[in-house]
């Protein structure tokens, strides 16, 4: 306990140093080490090794695959994640609770669930997959399934991380432009939607990051063709499968120094929105 | 720009809010709608504004029916208690926000927005924090770039609501008596609501007085402290004390004990309003005699509360507080000015 | 004025018109409706295709029966130990401060940013043959990979943060003020715990308990990794799912699949109901609500 009080203030509650080693070694055991053994398996390949691994054409198509995909669906999720929170902040209609409530199913769903029903929609003969068969629009097995995987996945991060803000966002912004002479539309773009920039980027990201490294969902809808519409995350299960363990550390170290980018980038997103705007996201 | 609020009544969902009100508001004075929370003030204020919709009647500015109008249209300055200062915006876009937003038509060159805008902001002494964001401001601050803002688009009318109540009290008494000056030197019509009596007898040309949506008394500072109108207005501009009275023969009479004032006119029973420090110390028969329950010094007078008629009635006066009065158990003493108002 | 203009409908200054409301309204939900509420109904009419009885049969084959079985051993395993370090970490957090401490709280929520099939992979690699451990524990006969093991330790990994980032916010808000009161009165840190400081965090407690445990029992992609996916050992329901339905098992696969999604249905009905009776009782949290 002397030991430690050098770093922490003195408090007379009890517990610091069970608690606090208790969390530090099942951090270090659970996720510290682990993850250390990833990034020491892919640079046992050495310099070279590491990226004839990382620029192998197979990876570098999942990799695009994943990405263009995670992009256009969080794109897409922007938009209609924005038009939800603010119809579920704004508007009072019958039901509003339980589509509130619904928006939170894909965090509860389990993805293989997800993705299998997805692929009954989405597949030739599913429901939807039907009419779009009729306009010549494949959608299971191609990216477009992958991006509706994504889309469904990604929805909850962006609707969740503007609605508290749209909430917090008083009348008295809309009633102050409306008085300078703005119209509705010009209240509405040039008022309420850049206050919202921060929290609409900070929900852009997180599904973006979670898209990125989804695999559940996107498998059974995917179609897995090599070079068309496989994801960076099977091609490590293959690789796994193909006892090419280093291979596999490879695509996963460059995904994670891309998703920790990722975190960074957020975390500079909110930084900056709280010291500019006075709140982060 | 005169406004003339005329036989308005306004109901949110059924709830009468405001009843009937009608009020003259003259070209270029500075008027103060005062009243407790309820008292329909600011529902008036967001009515002239065009925030709402009033249920009946209408709004004149000058000859001109603003009712048919959005607010857009009606070209007012609003200025809101927690500011609204648009978070995304410097503090020169906040200010240029109005200009900016109009049609091409009349929408001022850039440069020529710019300019206004830094005029503003020098008018409101802020001049070289244009590039700072309101959560980097002062409470008093981002009140002052609101002000700003308002005034940029050269309203008709200004209208504030309860525009200092969310600083504190330093703050409070410095903007009141800048806020006048900006209003002296820039002639606006200036509707202002407020809760606290002090900020409108000390700032406003003429008082509304309101309470439970409808208006108690309209008149300058002075005629609305010195000649309330009902007892409510009594009670709610100034201290009062209050005591049940019965008028006989022209006098006034606590119980069976004269107050020593005469010439009253009416008979029976009346309930007499006096200021605490309206008084008179005297030693005759003829006046009120009370029992000192407390005594504490305020600042630079002495509030003595007494009791009266047994312990039936309690009043407090005002003395000045090395006045050796302050030291008796019993004090003798006659209102100075009272107003008496039909029995309760 | 033209005469038009007296009868015009004045707008109000923070509302669309219903035209445009109900417009936004419908748009919302149709894109609700496309992407999020029909996979949920076809889970279940796929279960039924084939009738009552088949969903039964289906549900009591001995593969479904030891998926669920093992399902549930792994929930009643990773949750408890989430648990303990989500009231660990969130004591050490909220009731003192020491340096790095928002590093840490970052480091804690490090899981969510990582890929499913990459917190399975740290573990094969930690643990599979070509790793240093791998042959030691092979030497002591001890079966992490694909086995048990290896599927607690991959769902305790994804499900990490569930627990500690409900409660962390939750008891920073709280403050110290009632625990330092107990002890003034002489209660032991036990004590405090267990009778001030668990009262006041318990419907937190419970809503983190109830996400962390969805998790927990639909894990896929990490799970997959470290299963080994050997029939009736070490698949869970939600792999059982994929073996049903890559063996073109269709009523089986939704008849599991439905049982999954009637626990994130379950999960969000109750999490739903702690929002609105407890909801001051939760921390407000952007993630999840």
Known sequence: ?281 | MEVRVQNVRKEFDRFPALHDVSLDIASGELIALLGPSGSGKTTLLRLIAGLERPTAGKIFFGAEDASEKNVQERNIGFVFQHYALFRHMTILENVSFGLEVRPRATRPAKAEIRRRARELLDLVQLSGLEKRYPSQLSGGQRQRVALARALAIEPRVLLLDEPFGALDAQVRRELRKWLREIHDRTGHTTVFVTHDQEEALELADRLCVMSQGKIEQVGTPDSVYDHPQSPFVFGFIGESSTLPVTVERGDLWLGDRPLGVSGVEGNGPAQLYFRPHDIELVEADAALRGVVASSRRVGGTRRVELELGGSAHRVEIDLPFDHPAGERSQISFRPKRWKLFPAV | MEASLQHRQVTSPTNEPAGVRWTLILAGLVYMALFIVLPVIAVFSEAFAQGWGAFFQSLQSPDAQSAIRLTLLVAAIAVPLNVVFGICASWAIAKFEFKGKAFLITLIDLPFSVSPVISGLVYVLLFGSGSVLGPWLRSYNIEILFAVPGIVLATIFVTFPFVARELIPLMQDQGSGDEEAAISLGASGWQTFWKVTLPNIKWGLLYGVLLCNARAMGEFGAVAVVSGKIRGQTTTMPLQVEMFYNEYQSTAAFALASMLALLALVTLVLKTALEWRFGDELAATGRGH
Do not use: C, H
């Open chain 1, 1 to 281: 306990m002397t030991r430690l009080g050098r770093f922490r203030q003195p408090s007379v509650i009890p517990g610091f140093g069970l608690t606090f080693g208790f969390t530090l070694t099942y951090f270090s055991l659970i996720i510290l080490v682990p993850l250390v053994a990833l990034v020491l398996r892919s640079t046992g390949l050495g310099w070279n090794g590491f990226w004839a691994a990382a620029l192998d054409p197979r990876v570098l198509a999942a990799l695009r695959t994943s990405f263009v995909t995670a992009l256009i669906a969080a794109g897409v999720n922007v938009v209609f994640g924005t038009l939800i929170a603010w119809v579920l902040v704004r508007y009072r209609f019958p039901g509003r609770r339980i589509f509130d409530a619904m928006v939170d199913l894909p965090f509860a769903l389990p993805t293989a669930v997800a993705g299998i029903a997805l692929t009954a929609i989405y597949a030739p003969n599913g429901f939807i997959g039907q009419i779009a068969a009729q306009f010549g629009i494949r959608i299971a097995y191609t990216p477009i399934g992958i991006t509706i995987a994504m889309i469904f996945i990604g929805l909850p991060f962006v609707v969740r991380t503007i609605q508290p803000i749209l909430e917090e966002t008083s009348k008295e912004v809309e009633e102050a432009s409306a008085t300078l002479g703005a119209n509705r539309f010009q209240t509405i773009s040039r008022v309420l939607l850049p206050s919202l920039t921060p929290a609409i980027l900070t929900g852009f990201a997180l599904a973006f990051a979670r898209a990125v490294g989804e695999y559940g969902s996107v498998i059974f809808i995917a179609g897995n063709i090599p070079f068309v519409s496989e994801i960076a995350p099977l091609l490590i299960v293959i690789r796994l499968e193909e006892f090419n363990y280093a291979g596999a550390a490879v695509i996963a170290t460059v995904m994670l120094a891309i998703s920790f980018a990722m975190l960074f980038v957020l975390n500079l997103i909110q930084a900056w929105s709280r010291r500019r705007y006075g709140y982060g996201s």
